[in-house]
């Protein structure tokens, strides 16, 4: 992988980023020969569009590349990073008309396009680099691109590979790396520090259930960030069909994303107090594996009746939430793949999320935007309380009549984050079904930059 910028000192040639608006001028301002060239290749600088302008001695005197027109911007993130497989090898230094903020959104997802995952195959990385641009932040973006890749490479690499034990290796590297610390509950320890609903999804696989406990900082506002770490999901007994199972291993997604998100905090030594929690799990199918219509006792005393097994994120991550209510926290974040109704009502972009508090809402709002992280705000509508209340238990974890899935979910996990601390929970995708530039097909995070560019306002950092 390339995610760095080039060292500074470098010579570097001219890379010009161009509008279909702004072509024109720039083409009037050079001498005849490059109009001559520029015009004879049909460059109009559509959007990732490269043209390689000639030197006097045969080799490359700098590119252009297209930014397509100004009004499609937002429909096109990162338009910039598809270039960087187009260019030929060596340092190049962005020119053009970019202001600071979209000078910011060019080098992040330069670096981002640099991204690739080559666990089981050679991936040979892009050979043009990039300077960093006058007033980005180089040292901010590189982290941000290390967090995000190291998302991608978790969510990419398939359950065999990456199960509980595995995600557990992850985060602990992330610990030694960063210097935070590190404790785990595994096994049948589950059930001695009470947390029965992780223990009871996880029982069945050969691969262990565990609760990953990950503290980092000294001083400053606490933020506690929850990732569901469901290795893979057969659906438990309530099977799912082969189809439903093929991307499965992407399930643990929210757990991919908050190590990501905390690989940025800690690497810009963010002044807060962060905690990261991770119920570590397969839903996998044996003879002790939970049963529809068994009734859980969680953490929190709350029961739940089970009318579907493969709605088993949300009891585990009902455990962990459970947990940083007891705890100290000025906000807590789940992060999880947890409906397929999100994916319907939003598409795999949006990442949706819910939030009571309106001045948290509107600043991740606007943080997303800012940093092309798009998230979509949603409600936790009360009045659909009543779906998750089945009279045999407290709790519901899987209502019938398939009507607001996303929502019920979002109320259920609400139930067990208490009161305390603000709760933001974050119903994510994490898979891109298409490249684009910058976010290959594969694995990706979702609403991590976002929460980034958020937390100085939330926390008041």
Known sequence: MSLTFAPT?????????LTSETLEPWLNAQDEAVQTWVRANGFTAGAGAVLVLPGASGG???ALVGLGNPADSDRRRFTLAAARDKLPE???ALQGVLDDEERNEAALGWLLAGYRFARYARAEPPKAMLVAPEGCDAPRLEAIARGEALTRDLINTPAADMGPSALEQAARDLAAETGADIQVTTGDALLRENFPMIHAVGRAAEDAPRLIDMTWGTAGPRLTLVGKGVCFDTGGLNLKPGASMALMKKDMGGAATVLGLARMIMALNLPLRLRVLIPAVENAVAGNSFRPGDILTSRKGLTVEINNTDAEGRLVLADALALAAEGESDLTISMATLTGAARVAVGPDLAPFYCDDD???AALGAAGAGVRDPLWRMPFWAPYETMIEPGIADLDNAPGGGFAGSITAALFLRRFAGTTAPYVHFDIYGWNPTAA???PKGGTGQG????LAALPQVLKL
């Open 359 to 361: 001045g948290i809402a």
């Open 9 to 17: 000192g470098e010579s570097a040639l001219p890379l010009h980023a």
């Open 60 to 62: 490359p005197a700098g």
């Open 448 to 451: 991590a930059r976002a929460i």
């Open 437 to 439: 530039p910058a976010r």
């Open 90 to 92: 060596g340092p190049w």
